[in-house]
């Protein structure tokens, strides 16, 4: 049986503009992805010390730093969809990704809301 491995992307800060809040409203100030990536264990546990032998994860934080920048969006949900979107792009050797992207904060007294989603390519 095939095994797999998990890359991790942890509290990546978006420039992104999300939401539509009117006079008087909280505006968050802050958007916040945690990205974990399931990839075959034969891009992790590998042999020699080469970049051939591995998933180059680089683009793909950069295509999603890409996707944040290009225009406002009214919801988190259109903000994921999209990053899945890219994240499929690289399947293989991607297996599937789970996203998690949060706000903050939610009310002049902290906290934070988000949506988390998994999907398999």
């Known amino acids: ?22 006079e008087g409203q909280h505006k968050p100030d802050h958007h916040l992805l945690d990205l974990s990536l399931e990839i075959g ?6 042999r020699e010390d080469s970049m051939e032998r591995v998933f180059d994860y680089d683009p793909l934080i950069d295509e999603i730093s890409g996707i944040c920048v290009q225009q406002h969006v009214n919801t988190q949900e259109i ?10 792009r690289y399947s293989p050797p991607l297996i599937s990704a789970e996203i998690c992207l949060r706000k903050f904060p939610v009310n002049p007294n902290g906290g934070t809301l988000g949506l988390r989603h998994k999907a398999t390519f």
Not at 79 to 88: E, K, N, T
């Open 41 to 46: 264990s034969k891009f992790v546990v590998i």
């Open 79 to 88: 903000l994921i969809s999209r990053i899945l979107h890219a994240c499929g």
């Open 1 to 22: 049986m095939p095994s797999s491995s998990t890359i991790e992307l942890k509290d990546l800060l978006l420039n992104v503009s999300v939401g539509s809040y009117g």
